[in-house]
């Protein structure tokens, strides 16, 4: 991990403690992407997908993108969501998707102890790492070695990803910048976590790139749920001197993903999945004949069902339902006149 000194980032977005590292970009993607740019190929940049795994599949369909094209993630790709394993298995194994870091990433990778073991790090845990965890030991079919194994692995790379991208007319960022601050003097603290010193600034921080970013949903920037925000400062060229992409996977309002092309600024929607819906299932069964709580109202929970009981109640729902989509095969069959051999139970052979 970056080695740095540990400060308070209460001042922008949470209270915490955690070592906080210089800015890291990486220049052979920077020339890789300018280059396909150049090139005439689209590169797509998407806000915080937050393990909606099956929902950034559907988006990326939507994109019907070819081999040369890229899509840049814009951090906090994890965490709250109900598939974060199966999400970053797809990140690193989909050589058209490239990331940066975000905050959640930055609070992740804490877990790698500098002993090279994997130990969880409760503040992650307490802010989203309960799905991710839970994820990754349902990815295990319950075995915690593995999925610890697993996890360990994956949390090294999301510790070497850059955590800004800067090409000839783009920055691509995660929180956004201070613009308090000259822009090469940045680093986690600005880049992974800012928040209002950053969209409340009426300016451009860099009057030559249109900066896109996640972190703050777009329901803060002043924009309808659901739609991307613009600011409403331009640069010379006419292009916005910021463009945010969370959109909000899970808002309880026009929940969804959006990508946007950086060289035309053309968006492509795609609302949550019914299977990714968890915030819905969740919180309706505690609302039920009441008044609808708040967001953020005592009780209410912020992650997937996978973050119950460390995704072993999850494990337990999913052989269920194996059971039961068995057994109404099996009565299925038996009605259309299918006999099954003595000792068989419910379509499965039982020792005789």
Known sequence: MFEGHTSSVNSLSCKLNLPLGPSLRDPALEADLQARLDDGHRVFVVGDVHGHLATFRALLHRLNLKPDDRVVCLGDMIDRGPNSAGLVHLLRTDPRIV??????????????????????????????????????????EGDLHLAKQSMLDDFMWLDTLPTQLVLDHIRLVHAGYDPRMPLDMQGEKELLWIRKEWFQY?????????????????????????????????????????????????????PGLAAVNISTFATVKQPTLRCDRWFDRINASKTKGKKKRAWKGKG??????????????ALMQRASSASTSTLRAHRALEEAGVVFPPGMHDGVMTAG
């Open 202 to 254: 009426e300016g451009a921080v860099d009057p030559a790139r249109t900066v896109f970013f996640g972190h703050t949903t777009t329901t803060k920037l002043g924009d309808a749920a659901g739609e991307i925000a613009r600011s409403s400062v331009l640069l010379a060229d006419g292009r916005p001197a910021w463009v945010g992409l969370d959109v909000g996977a899970y808002n309880h309002v026009s």
């Open 300 to 313: 209410n929970q912020r992650e997937a069902e996978v973050a119950q009981s460390f995704g072993l109640k």
């Open 99 to 140: 990331c940066i870091k975000g905050n959640h990433e930055h609070m992740a990778v804490q877990c790698v102890q500098s002993d090279g073991s994997f130990e969880a790090w409760q503040p992650w845990m307490k802010r989203g790492g309960k799905s991710t965890y839970g994820s990754y030991i349902v990815q295990a």
